[in-house]
């Protein structure tokens, strides 16, 4: 659509979290061939990354026991990374086997979070997670590293700058290739953000940044907007909303796929996203999962959806 208040055709990079961060969420197991199926819709829409699934213990999370089926199964589209979520050394060699295109890695930056998520301290974390780091530069696979709680943690509260930057720059002496910075529980607020991201990047200028936002407090397309007026060129996001999470029964999941592109279209990004069949991919999803999503840009069609006056009688 034509739109005058167009400023800038800056690249902006969208990444599919769905069928990891939205599907993990999930209590009832989603057909593999669907998920394979909502994979290839997506890889025509447009995105610059798609996190398939998570090779992560299948009795820890039975909804991505198949998540080998998964990877073999997609149709892979050239100049799509397909990542997937690697707890351990362990899932980094199952991930191998099927030749994932990167490693995402995981770990929170907040002790009482990790406990929590990962049963141990993030400095075994970290060890755990170095080991991996070395076979994936012994495989020449890339990697990235997500650093959960990021801004806040459910159970301690606010993560200071210098404690986010402990593990920033620990990580980035090992040689990964991105950091994405997770606001797991939705506890980011737009001026923080702005600070932060302005933080990493001027110490950081060459590592693939990425901001992860969860929508549990209704601040995460703001919080999108407020990292990239901060420089931010790449985001997460799941489509319809998808997700949930454990602190906050109820909450909506992941900043939505489509409200994201559909906002960074309008604002003259280049996002090279085809926002119509997210929407239609958006729309199978709710009958896959037997109720609707909380994306209201379903609820509401694009900006462009015009409506006739109703009759006068
Ligand atoms: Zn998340």
Same mark, same amino acid.
Not at 111 to 135: G, P, R, T, W, Y
Not at 204 to 218: M, S
């Given at each position: 659509?034509?739109?005058?208040?167009? /400023?800038?055709?800056?690249?902006?990079?969208?990444?599919?979290?769905?069928?990891? #961060?939205? $599907?993990? +969420?999930? *209590?009832?197991? %989603?057909?593999?061939?669907?998920?394979?199926?909502?994979?290839?819709?997506?890889?025509?829409?447009?995105?610059?990354?798609?996190?398939?699934?998570?090779?992560?213990?299948?009795?820890?999370?039975?909804?991505?026991?198949?998540?080998?089926?998964?990877?073999?199964?997609?149709?892979?589209?050239?100049?799509?990374?397909?990542?997937?979520?690697?707890?351990?050394?362990?899932?980094?060699?199952?991930?191998?086997?099927?030749?994932?295109?990167?490693?995402?890695?995981?770990?929170?930056? /907040?002790?009482?979070?990790?406990?929590?998520?990962?049963?141990?301290?993030?400095? #075994?974390? $970290?060890? +755990?997670? *170095?080991?991996? %780091?070395?076979?994936?530069?012994?495989?020449?696979?890339?990697?990235?590293?997500?650093?959960?709680?990021?801004?806040?943690?459910?159970?301690?509260?606010?993560?200071?700058?210098?404690?986010?930057?402990?593990?920033?720059?620990?990580?980035?002496?090992?040689?990964?290739?991105?950091?994405?910075?997770?606001?797991?529980?939705?506890?980011?607020?737009?001026?923080?953000?702005?600070?932060?991201?302005?933080?990493?990047?001027?110490?950081?200028?060459?590592?693939?940044?990425?901001?992860?936002?969860?929508?549990?407090?209704?601040?995460?397309?703001?919080?999108?907007?407020?990292?990239?007026?901060?420089?931010?060129?790449?985001?997460?996001?799941?489509?319809?909303?998808?997700?949930?999470?454990?602190?906050?029964?109820?909450?909506?999941?992941?900043?939505?796929?489509?409200?994201?592109?559909?906002?960074?279209?309008?604002?003259?990004?280049?996002?090279?996203?085809?926002?119509?069949?997210?929407?239609?991919?958006?729309?199978?999803?709710?009958?896959?999962?037997?109720?609707?999503?909380?994306?209201?840009?379903?609820?509401?069609?694009?900006?462009?959806?015009?409506?006739?006056?109703?009759?006068?009688?």
């Amino acid at each position: 659509m034509p739109n005058i208040y167009k /400023s800038t055709q800056k690249r902006i990079f969208i990444q599919e979290v769905v069928t990891r #961060d939205g $599907f993990q +969420a999930e *209590s009832i197991f %989603i057909p593999t061939q669907e998920k394979i199926a909502l994979i290839n819709r997506l890889s025509n829409a447009g995105y610059d990354k798609i996190e398939v699934t998570s090779f992560t213990n299948p009795k820890a999370i039975p909804m991505l026991a198949d998540a080998e089926a998964v990877m073999l199964g997609i149709e892979r589209i050239a100049g799509i990374q397909y990542t997937a979520l690697i707890p351990n050394l362990r899932g980094a060699e199952r991930a191998l086997a099927v030749g994932v295109d990167e490693f995402n890695l995981v770990m929170s930056v /907040s002790e009482a979070h990790n406990q929590a998520n990962l049963k141990m301290s993030c400095d #075994d974390s $970290f060890k +755990a997670l *170095s080991a991996v %780091i070395h076979l994936a530069h012994t495989n020449q696979t890339a990697i990235n590293i997500s650093l959960s709680t990021s801004f806040g943690c459910p159970m301690t509260g606010l993560i200071s700058l210098p404690d986010l930057m402990y593990w920033v720059d620990r990580f980035a002496n090992t040689g990964v290739h991105g950091i994405t910075l997770c606001d797991t529980t939705g506890m980011a607020n737009p001026s923080q953000v702005q600070v932060v991201c302005q933080a990493v990047q001027s110490k950081y200028p060459n590592l693939q940044w990425t901001l992860h936002f969860h929508n549990t407090r209704g601040m995460g397309l703001a919080n999108a907007l407020a990292a990239l007026n901060a420089g931010i060129d790449r985001f997460d996001s799941s489509l319809g909303g998808l997700g949930g999470c454990p602190y906050a029964p109820g909450a909506t999941g992941n900043i939505c796929t489509e409200e994201l592109v559909h906002m960074l279209d309008l604002m003259g990004l280049d996002t090279h996203m085809q926002i119509d069949t997210l929407l239609e991919c958006s729309q199978d999803l709710q009958k896959l999962i037997g109720r609707s999503l909380p994306s209201q840009l379903l609820m509401a069609g694009k900006v462009d959806r015009l409506y006739q006056a109703p009759c006068q009688s």
